[in-house]
C-alpha cells in the first residue's frame, strides 16, 4: 500500500517563524542593531557610543561571571544562587590584598583569583560533589545553594561588617579617545576585562580541556559516557568558574563599594546573561553579558537611569518568556 | 463504549504527518487509518518515528505538518489533555504511575467527569463531588481486581514491582474510558503469564466495549497473533499496511529490518 | 562578672511583649510559607515570588486607602484580588517553563515589583514608604480603621489578663488566618481536585495523558499562593506601621522557603511550627549575650539559617513532618 503525502499549506508567517526559531541569534542581532539605530537617530552617534563603552565596563563583569555560572550550570544541573556570592568574596579577598595589607592592586587581583578558585574547589568536594552521589533532587540543590549564600555571605559580613569599603583605586583620572570619556578605572576593568574574556575563549575553544568543560556543561551525562574524566573536569571547572568570579567581583569592586551585598545585586543580571546565551554556553553567555550591559546602559537615553535595573530584568523575564533556551541554546526539550 | 456513529469513516486518520527536529525528519509523511474495534500492531527497526508519531497524534508534540482525525475531528494541533479528553488516551513507553500517591489515587485520577476537580464544586457542589468519588472509588477497586493489584491498593505506586507499575498504568489508562487506547510497548519487562492476561482484557474490552487498540509492540509473537491488522514504519514513513501474515512476508518490511526474519 | 562565656538574659526572655512581636512575624512568614507548600510541596512549582506577591498586597493596599480613598475593609479584599490578578498574570506566560527557568522568572518578577515600588515615586513614594498621608490637611494613615478595632478588642480582653500587650490583637488576627488557612488547605489537599494537583506535582505528562489541563491548576495553584502572600504582606504593613521596599527583598522568599524546608515539605501543619521555630531560633538568639558586637550577631543568624539549609537538605530534606515518600522534585 502507498503511503499518501497529502502535504498541508504553510502560512508565510509560519516559514518567517521557523526562520527565526532556526536562527535566534541572527534575529537577536538584528534587533538590537535596529534599536542601536534608532537610537543613533533619535539621540545621536557620540551619546550612544558613550553609553555604549559605560555599559561595557558592566558588561564585561556580567559576561565574566556570567562565563563560571554557565560552566558550572552543566555540573550542578541549576542555576548556582551562590555564585553571586563568589563575586562577593573575590571583591573582599581583593581588599585584604589591597587595602589591608597595603600591596598593589594586581597582587589582589590574582589573591582573589586564587582565592575563589579553591572556595569554588571546596565546596564541590564538600558539598556538591556527595550530594550528586546521593542523587539529590533539584529542589535539594537550589536550596542548597541559597544556604551557601547565606553561609558565604555572613561569614563576609562576619569580617568586615556591612560598612561600605573601596578598593584603593583611581577614581577622578579619566581617558579620552574618539571624542569619548571614560574613567582611567573603568577603561582598566574593559581592558582587563575583555583581555581575559578573549584569553577564556580561545582556551575553550581550542584547547582539550576547553573543549572537555564545554561537553561536561552542555550534557553532563553524555560527556560521560565519552570517555570524558569528568571527575578532573568537574574540578577544573570550578577553579575556572570561581578565579573568573573573584575577577568579576574585584572588577566590580573597581568600580563601586563594596558590601556584602555586592554580589548578589549582581547575581539576577549574571543569571540574565547565563539564560540568553543558552545555558551550558560559555561564548553565549559572554556575548549575552557584553550585550546585556550595553543595552542596560543603553536604555538611559530612553528612561531615567534609575529604572535601568529595572530595565534589565524586564528583558530577562521577556527573554525567559519567548527563547526560554536562550539566544544561542538549542531547543532542547523545555 | 461506541458513541455517535462514525458513518464509515475510521476511528483514527492519520494524514500526511510530519515532525522536524531540526534538520532531521523523525516523521516523514505517515498515512494510515484505524478502524473502531480494531486491534492494530505498529511496528518498525528502532528510529522509525513510532514513539514520536504517538507524541504528535496524541498532543505531546507539535506536528509540523499533516492530519490527525480522531472520529472525523481534526486534532493535531489542540493540546495534549484536550486530546485525551476526547478519548485518545495512550500510555508510555517509560511507565509513568505516579510513585508518590497511592495506587487507588493514580486509578481515581484518571476517571473522567469529576465535579471535584473544579475548585468551584469544592466549594459550591460537596454532595456531587463526595457521591462521584465513592462511584470512582468502587469502579477503581474493581478494575485493580482485574489486573490483581487490588490488595496494594492503598500503597504508594512506588512500591509496586516493574511489572505491577506497568499494569497500573494500563488499568489507569482504561479508567479514563478511552475510545482509542495507545500503548507504546505493553509487553516490554512483562512476565509471559502477566502479558496473556492483558491482552485478554485487550480482547474482552474490544468485543465488549467496541474499544480500539493502537500499540507499538517489538515482541513478534504479540504482534503476529493478537492484531486484525499490522502497519510497518521505517525511517518515519509508513512502509506496509495490512494483515499480518501478509506484511510478514512483505519484501520491503524485511529489507527494513535488514534481513532479519519477521 | 559570670564564669560562663555565654550570659542569659533571663528577664528579657520572658519578656511577652517582645515575644508577641516574634509570633506575629512567625505568623506572617506561617502564610507565606503556607502558599509556598501548595506551591511547591503539593503542585511541583517552584515559586520564588512570594516577596512579590507579598509587595503587591500590602502596596495596593496602602494605595487603595491613601491615595485612591477605599474604606480600609474594602481595600483588603481588593487588594488580594489584584494580587491574584497579578499571579495569574505572572504565570501565564512563565508556568510552562522548567523549574529552574521558573524559579528564575518569579524571582525576577518579584524584584521588578520592588524596583518598581523604589521608583515609582509618585505613587509608592519610593524608599520613603508609605504610611500616612498628610496632604488633605489632617492624617489619614492606612491603619486607622484597624486601630480603632484593635483598641477595642484590647478594651474586650483588659475583662480577662490585666493590661493585654498592644499587638495581641495582631496576634490573634494573624493566627486565626493561618488556621483557617491551614484547614482550609489540608482539606482541598484531599479532594479530586488536591489529587490533580499532585499529580502535576509529580508527573506533568502523566497527568495531561489522562486529560488535566495542568497549566490551569498550576495557575490555580499560584494564584491561592498569591493571595496567601497578599495576605502576608497587608498583616506585614500593619505589623510594621509602613510599607517599603526594604521589607520585600528576595531574602524574604528564601527565609520562607527556610520555613518551609523545616517543617517539611507536603505538610501544611508543620510550616506553622516550623514558622515559631525559625523565628524563635532568629530571635531568640537575642537573649544570648555574646561578647560580640551587634553586627556580628546579626552575621551570625544568618550563618545559622544558612547552615541549617545546608545541613537539612543534605541530612534530612523532608523536613521534621514531610513525607521522603511525597518528596518528587527530582530529575
Known amino acids: 500500500m502507498e503511503a499518501s503525502t497529502a502535504r498541508a499549506e504553510i502560512s508565510p508567517g509560519e516559514r518567517l517563524s521557523e526562520l527565526a526559531r532556526d536562527h535566534p541569534a541572527a534575529v537577536a542581532f538584528g534587533v538590537i542593531a535596529l534599536m542601536v539605530l534608532a537610537l543613533i537617530a533619535a539621540k545621536g552617534l557620540h551619546d550612544v557610543a ?35 556570592d563568589f563575586l562577593t568574596f573575590g571583591a573582599y579577598m581583593a581588599y585584604l590584598v589591597n587595602v589591608t595589607w597595603d600591596l598593589p592592586l594586581v597582587a589582589g587581583i590574582f589573591f582573589a583569583m586564587a582565592a575563589t578558585a579553591l572556595l569554588g574547589l571546596f565546596f564541590e568536594r564538600i558539598m556538591w560533589r556527595p550530594m550528586r552521589a546521593q542523587g539529590s533532587g533539584f529542589l535539594q540543590l537550589i536550596l542548597m545553594s541559597i544556604g551557601l549564600a547565606f553561609v558565604i555571605r555572613s561569614a563576609i559580613q562576619w569580617f568586615w561588617g556591612t560598612e561600605i569599603r573601596s578598593l584603593d583605586v583611581d577614581i577622578l583620572s579619566t581617558v579620552s579617545f574618539l571624542g569619548l570619556r571614560i574613567g582611567q578605572t573603568e577603561l582598566i576593568v574593559i581592558i582587563v576585562g575583555i ?122 523575564i521577556i527573554a525567559l518568556v519567548i527563547r526560554p533556551q536562550g539566544i544561542f541554546g538549542r531547543a532542547k526539550a523545555i | 463504549m461506541a458513541t455517535e456513529s462514525l458513518n464509515g469513516k475510521a476511528l483514527l486518520d492519520v494524514d500526511g504527518v510530519v515532525k522536524r527536529f531540526g534538520g532531521i525528519r523523525a516523521v516523514d509523511g505517515a498515512s494510515f487509518e484505524v478502524g473502531e ?32 482525525r480522531l472520529a472525523g475531528e481534526e486534532v493535531l494541533h489542540l493540546p495534549a489533555f484536550a486530546i485525551a479528553r476526547r478519548g485518545m488516551v495512550r500510555t508510555f513507553q517509560i511507565t509513568k504511575a505516579l510513585a508518590a500517591m497511592p495506587v487507588i489515587d493514580n486509578m481515581m485520577l484518571a476517571a473522567p467527569d469529576q465535579p471535584g476537580e473544579r475548585f468551584r464544586n469544592l466549594v459550591f457542589r460537596a454532595g456531587a463531588v463526595r457521591r462521584r468519588e465513592r462511584e470512582v472509588r468502587e469502579q477503581a477497586l474493581e478494575l485493580l481486581e482485574v489486573f490483581n493489584l487490588a490488595d496494594r491498593a492503598d500503597h504508594y505506586a512506588g512500591t509496586l514491582s516493574g511489572g505491577q507499575r506497568k499494569l497500573l498504568e494500563l488499568a489507569r489508562a482504561l479508567m479514563a474510558r478511552p475510545r482509542l487506547l495507545l500503548l507504546d510497548e505493553p509487553m516490554a519487562g512483562i512476565n509471559p ?27 513478534m509473537e504479540v504482534v503476529m497473533n493478537h492484531s486484525d491488522r499490522v502497519i510497518v514504519m521505517a525511517e518515519g514513513r509508513v512502509i506496509a499496511d495490512g494483515e499480518p501474515h501478509q506484511v510478514r512476508r512483505d519484501p520491503a518490511v524485511i529489507d527494513a529490518y535488514l534481513g532479519g526474519s519477521v | 562578672m559570670s564564669q ?161 500587650d498592644a ?117 531568640g538568639t537575642r537573649f544570648v549575650e555574646l561578647p560580640i558586637s551587634e553586627e556580628k550577631t546579626a552575621a551570625l543568624r544568618f550563618f545559622i539559617v544558612g547552615l541549617a539549609l545546608i545541613l537539612l537538605m543534605a541530612f534530612r530534606p523532608q523536613g521534621m513532618f514531610g513525607k521522603r515518600e511525597e518528596m518528587v522534585l527530582g530529575d
Open chain 3, 167 to 283: 499587638l495581641a490583637p495582631l496576634l490573634l488576627a494573624v493566627w486565626a488566618t493561618v488556621l483557617i488557612a491551614t484547614v482550609g488547605l489540608g482539606y482541598v489537599q484531599r479532594t479530586p481536585w488536591g489529587r490533580v494537583l499532585r499529580a502535576v506535582r509529580e508527573d506533568e505528562d502523566a497527568a495531561r495523558a489522562l486529560g488535566k489541563n495542568t497549566l490551569l491548576y498550576k495557575l490555580q495553584s499560584l494564584a491561592i499562593s498569591a493571595a496567601l502572600g497578599a495576605l502576608a504582606g497587608f498583616f506585614l504593613a500593619l505589623f510594621l506601621a509602613t510599607v517599603t521596599p526594604r521589607d520585600y527583598e528576595p531574602l524574604v522568599t528564601f527565609f520562607a522557603y527556610g520555613v518551609l524546608i523545616l517543617g517539611g515539605l507536603a505538610s501544611y501543619r508543620g510550616v506553622a511550627i516550623g514558622a515559631i521555630l525559625l523565628w524563635a531560633l532568629l530571635e
Open chain 3, 4 to 164: 560562663l562565656p555565654l550570659a542569659f538574659s533571663l528577664e528579657a526572655f520572658t519578656d511577652f511583649a517582645f515575644w508577641s512581636s516574634v509570633l506575629v512575624l512567625a505568623g506572617i512568614y506561617a502564610l507565606v510559607a503556607l502558599g509556598l507548600q501548595l506551591n511547591v510541596g503539593f503542585t511541583g512549582i517552584v515559586n520564588f515570588g512570594q516577596a512579590g506577591f507579598m509587595a503587591v498586597g500590602g502596596y495596593s493596599m496602602a494605595i487603595l486607602v491613601l491615595k485612591a480613598g477605599f474604606s480600609f475593609w474594602l481595600a483588603l479584599p481588593t487588594a488580594i484580588l489584584i494580587t491574584m490578578a497579578f499571579g495569574v498574570l505572572v504565570g501565564l506566560p512563565s508556568l510552562r517553563l522548567r523549574a529552574d527557568y521558573f524559579a528564575i522568572a518569579t524571582l525576577a518578577t518579584a524584584e521588578v515589583v520592588r524596583l518598581f515600588a523604589q521608583n515609582a515615586r509618585g505613587l509608592t513614594e519610593g524608599n520613603k514608604g508609605l504610611y500616612c498621608d498628610f496632604s488633605g490637611g489632617g492624617s489619614v494613615c492606612y491603619d486607622d480603621a484597624w486601630r480603632s478595632v484593635s483598641d477595642s478588642i484590647i478594651g474586650f480582653l483588659d475583662n480577662f489578663w490585666s493590661d493585654p
Open chain 2, 193 to 219: 503469564t502477566l502479558g496473556r492476561r492483558l491482552l485478554d482484557h485487550m480482547q474482552r474490552l474490544r468485543r465488549e466495549e467496541a474499544m480500539t487498540f493502537l500499540f507499538i509492540e517489538h515482541d
Open chain 1, 50 to 84: 558613550q553609553t555604549g563603552l559605560n555599559g561595557l565596563t558592566l558588561g564585561t563583569i556580567y559576561a565574566l561571571g556570567a562565563v563560571g555560572l554557565t560552566l558550572v550550570y552543566g555540573i550542578l544541573r541549576l542555576v548556582n544562587f551562590a555564585h553571586g
Open chain 1, 195 to 316: 583581555a581575559v574574556l578573549l584569553a577564556v575563549g580561545v582556551m575553550l575553544r581550542f584547547s582539550l580541556l576547553g573543549k572537555q568543560m564545554r561537553a561536561l556543561a552542555d550534557d553532563l551525562d553524555l560527556a560521560e559516557t565519552a570517555g570524558i574524566d569528568t571527575r578532573r573536569v568537574i574540578l577544573y571547572t570550578w577553579l575556572f568558574a570561581g578565579a573568573l568570579a573573584g575577577l568579576a567581583g574585584v572588577l566590580f569592586g573597581e568600580l563601586a563599594n563594596l558590601t556584602p551585598e555586592l554580589g548578589f545585586e549582581l547575581l539576577l543580571p549574571i543569571f540574565a546573561a547565563v539564560i540568553l546565551g543558552g545555558i551550558g554556553n560559555p561564548f553565549g553567555a559572554l556575548t549575552a553579558g557584553l550585550v546585556l550591559g550595553m543595552v542596560i546602559e543603553w536604555s538611559t537615553l530612553v528612561v531615567e537611569p534609575r529604572w535601568k535595573v529595572t530595565f534589565g530584568f524586564i528583558a530577562l
Open chain 2, 37 to 68: 474495534g480494531s486491534i492494530t500492531a505498529l511496528i518498525g527497526p528502532n528510529g522509525a518515528g513510532k514513539t514520536t508519531l504517538f507524541n504528535v497524534m496524541t498532543g505531546f508534540y507539535r506536528g509540523n505538518r499533516g492530519s490527525v
